[in-house]
């Protein structure tokens, strides 16, 4: 019971984050059990009851210990804007409960060691945002061998089954941004191709994104000049984007 309460407040304290910077707008989240993901999540596509950001009572009685451990810190919205909203919302949902956060910085050994050491100091929740989505079905496995949850955190985790996804919808990111810049582009009445350049392969989020970029842009009418993955150590410069094959496309787009 008590450790069920714990997730609770760290499903809801999850959800908070992901619902933060959409406060403004319409769009749907989604909170399932990983069991039911779809290669493009979203609420219509799961008979699993959404979480609302404050689904979980205060647990002013419980004390428990969940570990938040995010992928980077090249990002900086881990730092500066996740990982503070995490806790405060955690500390309004389980004043008693303990937050440990923890970067990996871009290291998916780090982060297999984060996992280790809070396992051994008995966390009941661990919220993970991986940074190598396939090799994080190792954590997601060593969790549930003790019987702590995993709450898969903005990146799915393709090779396991962890206990609960929470994210946006990550297809319709893709295609949103790029109906945007279809439209401007028809508006200006732009000429020529575009230069796409998707997350790192590491990140299965990102293949979901790119995915939903493709479903608008292969029906536009732009051509893809190149198609640009960036690698798993960060964004590159783009001098060296623009290099071997990919400077002819670079060159039409005037960014050589």
Request: aromatic residues 6%.
């Given at each position: 019971?008590r450790r069920s309460t714990v997730r609770s407040a760290a499903l809801a304290a999850?959800?908070?984050?992901?619902?933060?910077?959409?406060?403004?707008?319409?769009?749907?989240?989604?909170?399932?059990?990983?069991?039911?993901?779809?290669?493009?999540?979203?609420?219509?596509?799961?008979?699993?009851?959404?979480?609302?950001?404050?689904?979980?009572?205060?647990?002013?009685?419980?004390?428990?210990?969940?570990?938040?451990?995010?992928?980077?810190?090249?990002?900086?919205?881990?730092?500066?804007?996740?990982?503070?909203?995490?806790?405060?919302?955690?500390?309004?949902?389980c004043p008693n409960c303990d937050v440990i956060y923890l970067n990996a910085d871009?290291?998916?050994?780090?982060?297999?060691?984060?996992?280790?050491?809070?396992?051994?100091?008995?966390?009941?929740?661990?919220?993970?945002?991986?940074?190598?989505?396939?090799?994080?079905?190792?954590?997601?496995?060593?969790?549930?061998?003790?019987?702590?949850?995993?709450?898969?955190?903005?990146?799915?985790?393709?090779?396991?089954?962890?206990?609960?996804?929470?994210?946006?919808?990550?297809?319709?990111?893709?295609?949103?941004?790029?109906?945007?810049?279809?439209?401007?582009?028809?508006?200006?009445?732009?000429?020529?191709?575009?230069?796409?350049?998707?997350?790192?392969?590491?990140?299965?989020?990102?293949?979901?994104?790119?995915?939903?970029?493709?479903?608008?842009?292969?029906?536009?009418?732009?051509?893809?000049?190149?198609?640009?993955?960036?690698?798993?150590?960060?964004?590159?410069?783009?001098?060296?984007?623009?290099?071997?094959?990919?400077?002819?496309?670079?060159?039409?787009?005037?960014?050589?």
């Open positions: 019971m999850c959800l908070a984050c992901v619902l933060a910077p959409l406060s403004a707008s319409a769009s749907t989240d989604t909170t399932v059990p990983a069991s039911e993901e779809t290669s493009a999540p979203a609420a219509s596509e799961s008979s699993a009851p959404a979480a609302s950001e404050g689904s979980a009572p205060a647990a002013s009685d419980v004390e428990g210990t969940v570990a938040f451990l995010m992928p980077d810190i090249a990002s900086t919205r881990y730092e500066l804007f996740d990982a503070p909203l995490f806790t405060a919302r955690m500390g309004e949902l871009a290291d998916p050994a780090a982060q297999q060691e984060q996992a280790n050491s809070v396992l051994s100091q008995g966390a009941d929740v661990i919220v993970l945002d991986p940074v190598d989505s396939t090799a994080a079905a190792t954590i997601v496995n060593a969790a549930q061998g003790q019987g702590v949850p995993i709450v898969a955190y903005d990146r799915p985790i393709p090779d396991a089954a962890a206990d609960f996804y929470v994210s946006f919808d990550n297809f319709a990111i893709g295609a949103a941004i790029t109906q945007s810049l279809v439209d401007h582009l028809d508006a200006e009445g732009a000429e020529g191709g575009v230069l796409q350049v998707n997350g790192s392969p590491t990140d299965a989020a990102a293949g979901l994104i790119g995915d939903g970029i493709h479903s608008v842009l292969d029906e536009s009418g732009y051509e893809i000049l190149a198609e640009f993955v960036m690698g798993p150590e960060g964004p590159y410069p783009i001098e060296d984007i623009c290099t071997d094959e990919y400077a002819d496309a670079c060159e039409e787009l005037g960014i050589a």
